[in-house]
Antibody
Framework: EVQLVESGGGLVQPGGSLRLSCAASGFTFSVNYMYWVRQAPGKGLEWVSCINADSNIIYYADSVKGRFTISRDNARSSLYLQMNSLRAEDTALYYC???????????WGQGTLVTVSS | SYVLTQPPSVSVAPGQTATITCGGNNIGRKSVHWYQQKTGQAPVLVVYDDSDRPSGIPERFSGSKSGNTATLTISRVEAGDEADYFCQVWDSSSAHQVFGGGTKLTVL
């Protein structure tokens, strides 16, 4: 069974940093695109970033480019999101999602909550 | 940037058919994916590549596309279908994933 478990969320002050992790199991992690998607409280889904299997194709949403860095460790079946210069508007539930042959996100974790507040 | 437009809400009685639309410029040239998100839960993929269903998704869920609009159709709606539904495409020109604003389906 495919499982994605996010961790690393919490309360951080504006300007601070946080590193999110996503532990994957139940599939061959090293062959899939992986995604981070966030959802602010009461709002819709917002794509954050994605990374291909070999980590040589990486894309970011304009709202996080230059502040967030996505990475992965295929040996550990883990996905990461380093978040720097955090702002109040980054407050959201952050989901890790598994890609497939196309551009859909076929499986999602339960999310980890990031709150940016003083 | 590419924009996907969904109606904020759709209401339907049990047993009837719900249609949720997703509009976007030249959406016919893109593969459209649909997600269901129930309250307090993670999104679930219900339709991909315009009209394909992942395993485990009931046949009552179907997708289609015509002109600049993609449509998610839920036949014989049940109370358990009450959720938010989001469409999504990959915009190759900007190299961005794009989500629609979401549609709240209410089962009366």
């Amino acid at each position: 069974e495919v499982q994605l478990v996010e961790s690393g969320g919490g309360l951080v002050q504006p300007g601070g940093s946080l590193r999110l992790s996503c532990a994957a199991s139940g599939f061959t992690f090293s062959v899939n695109y992986m995604y981070w998607v966030r959802q602010a409280p009461g709002k819709g889904l917002e794509w954050v970033s994605c990374i291909n299997a070999d980590s040589n194709i990486i894309y970011y949403a304009d709202s996080v480019k230059g502040r967030f860095t996505i990475s992965r460790d295929n040996a550990r079946s883990s996905l990461y999101l380093q978040m720097n210069s955090l702002r109040a508007e980054d407050t959201a539930l952050y989901y890790c999602a598994k890609g497939s042959g196309g551009w859909q996100m076929e499986k999602w974790g339960q999310g980890t909550l990031v709150t940016v507040s003083s | 940037s590419y924009v996907l437009t969904q109606p904020p809400s759709v209401s339907v009685a049990p047993g009837q058919t719900a249609t949720i639309t997703c509009g976007g410029n030249n959406i016919g040239r893109k593969s459209v994916h649909w997600y269901q998100q129930k309250t307090g839960q993670a999104p679930v993929l219900v339709v991909y590549d315009d009209s394909d269903r992942p395993s485990g998704i009931p046949e009552r869920f179907s997708g289609s596309k015509s002109g600049n609009t993609a449509t998610l159709t839920i036949s014989r709606v049940e109370a358990g279908d009450e959720a938010d539904y989001f469409c999504q495409v990959w915009d190759s020109s900007s190299a961005h994933q794009v989500f629609g604003g979401g549609t709240k389906l209410t089962v009366l």
